[in-house]
């Protein structure tokens, strides 16, 4: 059995789908990292810059709400 090439760099790079879930896991892993430290992030909420709390932070990324912490309620 051969070995299948791994992709390129540009590749990975080109793959939207790959890219956007990366992001998502590395933005999920620094807000529970803030929180785990006992700070509050800011995010944007229709508009306007608001601070979550740590438990808004758990909260919001618990309920996986569709403007969860880290993204926009506006696309």
Excluded: F, H
Aim: no cysteine; proline share 5%; aromatic share 2%.
């Amino acid at each position: 059995m051969a070995d299948d090439p791994k992709p390129t760099i540009s590749e990975l790079v080109a793959d939207s789908e790959l890219m956007t879930a990366a992001i998502r896991r590395g933005v999920r892993e620094e807000l529970l990292a803030q929180a785990r430290a006992g700070n509050s992030v800011p995010i944007a909420d229709n508009g306007q810059i608001v601070w979550l709390s740590p438990a808004e932070v758990y909260e919001r990324l618990e309920r996986g709400a569709s403007s969860s912490a880290g993204e926009s309620s506006q696309s």
